[in-house]
């Protein structure tokens, strides 16, 4: 994940599932909403480094819609 290592939220199976949180090492947040089997899926909002929103809205499996 780029450079993200702290991740609050939800776990299921020791994987990331359902609604959190995932932190770059700089604490700002990187991605913040659902996800599934360890991955940004459903419903979030993607930001950079310095905290600037870069995306909201549908992620697949990783991927922005």
Do not use: C, H
Not at 23 to 49: A, H, L, W
């Amino acid at each position: 994940e780029s450079g993200a290592v702290l991740y609050k939220g939800m776990k299921r199976n020791s994987s990331r599932n359902g609604y959190g949180t995932l932190y770059y090492e700089n604490g700002q947040i990187y991605v913040q909403g659902e996800f599934k089997n360890g991955r940004p899926d459903g419903y979030g909002t993607i930001y950079d480094r310095e905290g600037k929103m870069l995306f909201q809205g549908g992620i697949q499996i990783g991927k922005k819609d």
